[in-house]
């Protein structure tokens, strides 16, 4: 009696019929005369006939990918921006743009900032920004990502059509925001007491010069206006 032998190997691309996804096999398990498949090292074990070859597959596919984002700023970080060296700004929130081509893909991380003596908005990549001081967590943050993409030939028209529309990254400008006298004055009282907690926490002289440097903002920026 010939002894049935597996119809798909580690590392074989193919496609979950069920859910049109695409995935790589990373074990095989035997149970009587059948064959389960690990897909992607899930849990989830699929028969033989759940499953096909991507190179074989004729029907729409979803192709799942999955990745990771790492921050290295957090909200509440103090930070240096090139080309505004002698500035200091506050962290207020980042996102992450996703961008998928053909041939082509990146993930762009963009801080949301905030400048310490009058609350002018800017945006800078992770790159443009340099580590003053500030509530820092250890290590980074990482999140955790999982993108779908429907692999069709109809989808793989207009994804063509979009990257011959695509224009050159620019570098994020200045943008500014209204915002009031006060919503700027209760920021740095905020930024004081942040760092007034740390100072009575640990007595670093750092965060001293930062508290003084605030008050030095908020003097200033209430005579001015």
Not at 103 to 132: K, Q, T
């Amino acid at each position: 009696m010939n002894k049935k032998i597996p119809k798909f190997k580690v590392g074989d691309t193919v496609v979950i019929i069920m859910y049109s996804t695409v995935g790589t096999v990373t074990n095989v398990h035997q149970i009587d005369q059948h064959y389960l498949y690990e897909v992607n090292h899930s849990e989830i074990l699929y028969f033989e006939n759940a499953i096909q070859l991507y190179s074989e597959y004729t029907g729409k596919v979803i192709d799942s990918e999955k990745i990771e984002i790492e921050f290295q700023y957090h909200i509440g970080d103090i930070v240096q921006v090139k080309g505004y060296e002698e500035e200091l700004f506050k962290i207020v929130g980042f996102r992450t743009e996703i961008w998928r081509y053909t041939e082509d893909g990146w993930e762009d991380i963009i801080y949301e900032l905030m400048r310490i003596n009058d609350g002018e908005w800017l945006e800078a990549s992770e790159e443009e920004l340099v580590f003053v001081m500030g509530k820092k967590q250890a290590g980074t943050f990482v999140q955790q990502l999982s993108l779908m993409h429907i692999v069709s030939p109809e989808s793989k028209a207009m994804e063509q059509l979009l990257a011959k529309e695509k224009l050159t990254k620019q570098e994020p400008a200045a943008r500014k925001v209204k915002r009031s006298k006060r919503d700027i004055v209760d920021e740095l009282l905020d930024i004081y007491n942040d760092y007034l907690s740390l100072y009575e926490m640990f007595g670093d002289p750092e965060y001293k010069e930062m508290m003084d440097f605030i008050i030095d903002s908020l003097n200033k920026y209430t005579k001015d206006h």
